[in-house]
């Protein structure tokens, strides 16, 4: 790897980095591309050799941590035997991310019509996520635990959303997080069984 290459690699490494810290802490709309320069040490012209704009740069700090929570889930997953176990590993591995990165999922899950009235021709981790949900609804369906007749689309998008204000309640009332997922999983479990 020539120097060029690791210098780029390493200032985009620092964008991403301030980036995130910044979107958490202050919001999409409050941070400005200057901002991200400036806290990833970088001149700000460094900022567009590698973003077209903040949206840009929003989306690819969604992207990141979209993959990053995959891979709590499938780890999660790897164990699950039923619906019910399958459900609850999912929810654990939710909350584990969410105590590994605070405020990330609440910066990510920002619905992108927030952020821009075009379409952006990328996925929002909200999408990857339900996408996740829907693969292992169809696997449930397959293995005769959850309804045939299910819409897993469908519902692996208002699980998604049932989630995000499940756990910002959640978060806001102080509850116990095993009742949390306990009372989630039990709700899910019983739209879903067949």
């Known amino acids: 790897m020539t120097g060029a290459v690791r210098r780029k690699l ?3 490494r620092k964008l991403m980095a301030a980036a995130r810290k910044l979107f958490v802490e ?3 709309h409050e941070t400005r591309p200057q901002d991200i320069s400036r806290e990833a040490g970088v001149g700000h012209g460094t900022f567009y050799l590698h973003f077209e704009d903040k949206l840009d740069c929003f989306l690819a700090f969604t992207e990141e941590a979209a993959e990053e929570l ?3 889930l499938e780890a999660h997953l790897a164990g699950a035997n039923s619906l019910e176990d399958g459900i609850r590993e999912i929810l654990l591995a939710i909350f584990e991310y969410s105590d590994a990165n605070p405020g990330v999922l609440a910066a990510t899950l920002t619905d ?3 952020l821009s009235k075009g379409d952006t021709g990328r996925k929002m981790p909200a999408d990857r ?3 996740s949900w829907i693969k292992a609804l169809e696997h449930w369906k397959a293995t005769g635990e959850a309804l045939a ?3 897993s689309r469908l519902a692996g998008y208002l699980i998604v959303g049932a989630i995000k204000q499940g ?3 959640g978060f806001r009332q102080k509850l116990d997080r ?3 997922i306990d009372g989630m999983t039990r709700l899910f479990v019983r739209a879903l069984k067949k």
């Open 10 to 12: 390493e200032s985009r």
């Open 26 to 28: 202050r919001g999409y």
């Open 70 to 72: 995959e891979v709590f």
């Open 112 to 114: 992108v019509s927030v």
């Open 129 to 131: 996520w339900a996408e």
């Open 149 to 151: 007749d299910l819409d």
């Open 167 to 169: 756990g910002a309640y």
């Open 178 to 180: 095993d009742t949390l």
